[in-house]
């Protein structure tokens, strides 16, 4: 089985731009695709970013998705922050026979 | 609108059984994988198990397999997740959670979420 590693957390201030990283530990990022999930305190997950750069529909344009082969990690990049965002944000990917999780990323708008 | 109704959680001792069960609406339901994802109570999400749109594969994590079962009733639009044998570390919220397609890869991807049932496992 494979990690996903995430930051513990960030900061970052409303209107800003800020990058959430999710590195793969082994296998290539690029072999199965990557989910991001956000969950707000109190409630249950919602799905912001699925197959490594797709919206769910109603989901802000703000958020997108892409990976990078290089450094063998996916990114969820949220533009012009706002309040709302600060949340829990999860990356996942997949293998044969698991779902992987990564430890999840705390998101505070300062 | 697609909705997700987990029920069945509740207080129970180690070495006893619970049926989680998922009424789902709004989506053609024997059309999709669907998955069971825990939270213990201030971590992350782990995945628990994963079941076909049909029924015939299922893949559980190792923390639970032999324990565990997931299944799904398609004339009545709801998943089930059968618990045995529970432990402490059983203890969190179990989430239902709809696939976009109906096998692998796709049953891996998730875009809907139910609200979640607590599960707490204490002597």
């Known amino acids: 089985n494979f990690m996903l590693t995430q930051p513990h957390s960030v900061l970052e201030s409303p209107g800003k731009t800020v990058t959430i990283s999710c590195t793969r530990s082994s296998g290539s990022i690029a072999s199965n695709s990557v989910q991001w999930y956000q969950q707000r305190p109190g409630s249950s997950p919602s799905t912001v970013i699925y197959?490594?750069?797709?919206?769910p529909s109603g989901v802000s344009d703000r958020f997108s998705g892409s990976i990078d082969r290089s450094s063998n990690s996916a990114s969820l990049i949220i533009s012009g922050i706002k309040t709302e965002d600060e949340a829990d944000y999860y990356c996942?990917?997949?293998?044969?026979?698991?779902?992987?999780f990564g430890g999840g990323t705390r998101l505070t708008v300062l | 609108e697609v909705q997700l109704v987990e029920s069945g959680g509740g207080l129970l001792q180690p070495g006893g059984s619970l049926r989680l069960s998922c009424e789902v609406s709004?989506?053609?339901?024997?059309?999709?994988?669907m998955s069971w994802v825990r939270q213990a109570p201030g971590k992350g999400l782990e995945w628990v198990s994963v079941?076909?749109?049909?029924?015939?594969?299922?893949k559980s994590a190792d923390s639970v397999r032999g324990r565990f079962i997931i299944s799904r009733d398609n004339s009545k639009n709801t998943l089930y997740l059968q618990m045995n044998s529970l432990r402490d570390e059983d203890t969190a919220v179990y989430y239902c959670?709809?696939?976009?397609?109906?096998?692998?890869?796709?049953?891996?991807?998730?875009?809907?979420w139910g609200q979640g049932t607590l599960v707490t496992v204490s002597s």
């Open positions: 996942q990917s997949y293998d044969s026979n698991n779902v992987i």
């Open positions: 959670a709809k696939g976009v397609g109906s096998s692998y890869p796709q049953s891996r991807v998730i875009d809907y």
């Open positions: 709004g989506f053609i339901f024997r059309s999709y994988a």
């Open positions: 079941i076909t749109d049909s029924g015939d594969d299922t």
């Open positions: 197959e490594n750069y797709q919206r």
